[in-house]
């Protein structure tokens, strides 16, 4: 099975800051990574496929990098409704799409 | 508007059955492929099962193999998912998710419902 690890687990961040999280792929995945946000008590949202493209609606802010083992979501100046819970999701293997653990981002 | 709602959650006795309905409306149902997906009260999204558009592939989590029964009802516009010998580690908010397909690498899960809770307890 092919697993996810994303890094940080948490963060903690100003508005306007740019943010970096990281997705690593036990083995190489293409560029089969998609990224998800969730926040409190609502489903998740995508936000990222293919590891760079950004979904339709999702602000420009954010955007997505890598490919093989290695991944990046980036969002360049955070706002207010950007605080959540990002996750990264592999569909090398899919339909077993395994997620990472999630990154908490938090309010400085 | 694409629509997941699902429903059927409860509290039950470790050992217990329960089954999950996701009701959909708003696109083709019979067209794509569905999943559930789970997540234990403060932890991450665990993949838990998929079936085909006809209903003819179907894949588990080992966690749940043996246990889970995924099943769609075409003409319903609906999604079940059968548990059984149900355990504490499967409470859970069950979520009901489509899955796109859209070339290479264009794979992920589009639209979601708004979950519901199973809770495993005595």
């Known amino acids: 099975d092919i697993q996810m690890t994303q890094s940080p687990s948490s963060l903690s961040a100003s508005v306007g800051d740019r943010v970096t999280i990281t997705c690593r792929a036990s083995q190489s995945i293409s560029s089969y990574l998609n990224w998800y946000q969730q926040k409190p008590g609502k489903a998740p949202k995508l936000l990222i496929y293919?590891?760079?493209s950004l979904q339709s609606g999702v602000p420009s802010r954010f955007s997505g990098s890598g490919s093989g083992t290695d991944f990046t979501l980036t969002i360049s100046s955070l706002q207010p409704e950007d605080f959540a819970t990002y996750y990264c999701q592999q569909s090398y293997s899919t339909p077993r799409g395994t997620f990472g653990q999630g990154t908490r981002l938090e309010i400085k | 508007e694409v629509q997941l709602v699902e429903s059927g959650g409860g509290l039950v006795q470790p050992g217990g059955s329960l089954r999950l309905s996701c009701a959909a409306s708003g696109f083709t149902f019979s067209s794509y492929e569905m999943n559930w997906v789970r997540q234990a009260p403060g932890k991450g999204l665990e993949w838990v099962s998929y079936i085909s558009s006809s209903g003819s592939t179907i894949y588990y989590a080992d966690s749940v193999k043996g246990r889970f029964t995924i099943s769609r009802d075409n003409a319903k516009n609906s999604l079940y998912l059968q548990m059984n010998s149900l355990r504490a580690e499967d409470t859970a908010v069950y979520y009901c998710a489509r899955s796109y397909y859209g070339g290479k690498a264009i794979n992920y899960f589009d639209y979601w419902g708004q979950g519901t809770l199973v809770t495993v307890s005595s």
């Open positions: 293919a590891a760079s």
